[in-house]
């Protein structure tokens, strides 16, 4: 059995994405990543210009990382996106990618638009809390 319990809010719309809280009992260790970045084997940002690509890049990166630790996206308690755009169509680019490797693990997300993010050309990042 999971130590992540995902909780729904009764007293709060149950059409959003994602659960509103998480709850991790009996858990032996937590699990902080780093923001993952949309960096290939060799450091460099990949999908230049492209949202979608970028996130399909970044999650591959946050499961590599979580595997390292010894955790994956099931044990993910919250996680926090990041998108360097104003324009609400590309979080939800993001989103949608992000949401699809979750699956039915719908863990409590933030989604942020910023101005910039830390290398030149990225523009989408994934941090996350685990539990093991």
């Not at 709850?23 to 230049?48: I, K, N, Q, Y």
């Not at 979580?66 to 044990?75: C, N, S």
């Amino acid at each position: 059995m999971s130590p992540v319990e995902l909780v729904r809010a009764p007293a709060l719309a149950d059409e959003v994405p994602y659960a509103y809280a998480a709850v991790a009992r009996d858990a032996r260790a937590l699990v902080f990543t780093a923001g993952a970045c949309p960096l290939d084997e060799h450091g460099s940002v990949v999908a230049v210009g492209d949202v979608t690509g970028q996130a399909e890049q970044v999650m591959v990166n946050l499961r590599a990382a979580l595997a390292a630790a010894g955790a994956g996206l099931t044990d993910v308690v919250k996680s926090t996106v990041y998108v360097a755009s104003h324009d609400r169509a590309d979080l939800v680019a993001a989103w949608d990618v992000v949401r699809r490797h979750f699956g039915e693990h719908d863990a409590p997300s933030t989604l942020l638009g910023v101005a910039v993010l830390g290398y030149p050309d990225q523009l989408v990042e994934v941090e996350a809390v685990a539990v093991l």
